[in-house]
């Protein structure tokens, strides 16, 4: 959307965010050259031989696969210079656990942000006021600004047209009808990641734009598989930084899980394929695979993205079991296009929707799930291993319309 009101939306949205290191928006990115390598190594890290290290691989593949081919073809390439690194820490740190209120107040606390503003604006437009076209209008711009989408402000506007035209309407009333609509549209995606025990391992692929949240999401991912009794490994599929190699041994190390990496530099295809290789060896119940961040205007790496894909159905025809999209809720309106071209380049299976506890514009879910039907399947309240929640459409609609 673009800001055509720009005191209103700065009043809507404009908002210093607490968030940690929130990705640059994607047309500001630069590209970034082959990343030099990290100025200081926190703890040294093993130096792997050539070959894999973590866990012994099973024998290779009885016939030479296609990917070594491309592999191959791809070697004789200059390091690709076309990842968008994020300026990635020296020093990767998890977060600890520190004392927090519980999730749905951490949601409300985040959506207040959008919710305030939104209620706000509302109240100042039905003060008083009989239900005319001119405030009907006025409620459909406030609406689509809080990226809610063209669809929903309209159904949202026809059902106070219809209910409530000519007679007095306060913004409580609004906020409920607000609330019902939001919650129609979110009920039938917020549906819950399946895990089919009978594919061993269940391969989840994690993807989306740099800084969405993918890895955070995979070590909270891990810990509540873990805790359900599922053994799991995780593949360190962004091979592109050394930094988000270590994030994810990081993770591994903190949820008991299993890192199969290779050093920096490697083919993440060839990466996937061992991880499933490996995972299907040992009778993993859950391998979860990560990946480099990515623009979804960048063709050449959707193409590698698509590479990824291909080579891991080449260990089993039916994976990845799950492609998992993780939206940033800060990005607003690019969040569209991202599901658009991942869904139609990667066939995205369902949602993740992260940093949801701090600056929201959280509406562009609800415009999401009217356009795409996609299933979210988790929302990121926060950094720590715990701060990942199922999706409830209830709770969402009431924390962004403010109503109890
Ligand atoms: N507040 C908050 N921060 C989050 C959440 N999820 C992730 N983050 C933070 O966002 C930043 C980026 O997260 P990563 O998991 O590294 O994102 P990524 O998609 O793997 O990034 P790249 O690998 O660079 O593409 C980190 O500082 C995370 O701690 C969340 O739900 N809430
Ligand atoms: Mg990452």
Do not use: C
């Not at 207040?112 to 459909?140: C, H, M, P, W, Y």
């Not at 949202?156 to 129609?184: H, M, N, P, Q, Y």
């Amino acid at each position: 959307m673009t800001d055509n009101k720009p005191g209103f939306f700065k009043r809507l949205f404009g908002i210093e965010t607490p968030v940690v290191q929130p990705p640059a928006p994607p047309e500001a990115m630069p590209e970034t050259p082959a990343p030099a390598p990290a100025p200081v190594e926190p703890t040294p890290v093993p130096q792997p031989a050539p070959e894999p290290e973590q866990v012994p691989l099973p024998g290779p593949p009885e016939t030479t696969p296609d990917y070594v081919e491309e592999i191959e073809e791809q070697a004789a390439e200059p390091v690709p210079t076309m990842f968008v690194a994020i300026d990635p820490p020296a020093i990767v740190e998890v977060p600890v656990e520190a004392p927090r209120q519980s999730w749905f107040a951490r949601l409300t606390t985040g959506l207040k942000r959008s919710s305030d503003q939104l209620t706000g604006s509302i109240t100042s437009v039905f003060t008083k006021r009989k239900l005319d076209n001119a405030t009907l209008d006025e409620l459909e711009d406030i609406l689509i600004q809080a990226d809610l989408g063209m669809e929903t402000a309209t159904a949202i506007t026809d059902t106070l047209r219809r209910d409530r035209f000519d007679r007095d309407v306060s913004g409580e009333d609004v906020r409920a009808v607000l609330a019902a609509e939001v919650e129609k549209v979110l009920g039938p995606v917020a549906r819950p990641l399946v895990i089919d025990a009978t594919q061993k391992p269940f391969v989840i692929l994690m993807i989306g734009v740099n800084g969405s949240g993918k890895t955070t999401t995979i070590g909270k991912l891990a810990q509540q598989f873990g805790d359900q009794g599922k053994s799991v490994m995780l593949a360190a599929g962004d091979t592109f930084r050394a930094a988000a190699i270590e994030q994810l041994q990081v993770w591994g190390q903190r949820t008991n899980a299993t890192v199969i990496s290779r050093p920096a530099g490697s083919d993440a295809s060839g990466l996937a394929f061992d991880a499933v290789t490996q995972a299907r060896a040992e009778g993993r119940d859950v391998l979860i695979i990560d990946t480099a961040g990515r623009l979804q205007n960048r063709e050449e790496l959707m193409g590698e993205l698509e590479k990824v894909i291909r080579v891991i159905k080449k260990v089993d025809p039916t994976a990845p079991h799950a492609t998992l999209l993780t939206l940033d809720a800060t990005t607003g309106q690019n969040a569209l296009k991202q599901v658009e071209i991942f869904g139609a380049r990667a066939g995205v299976t369902g949602l993740v929707m992260t940093k949801l506890d701090g600056t929201a514009r959280g509406g562009i879910l609800v415009a999401i799930a009217k356009k795409f039907g996609l299933p979210v399947h988790f929302i990121g309240v926060g950094e720590s291993v715990g701060d990942l929640e199922p999706f409830t459409a209830s709770e969402f609609a009431r924390a962004i319309a403010g109503t109890e």
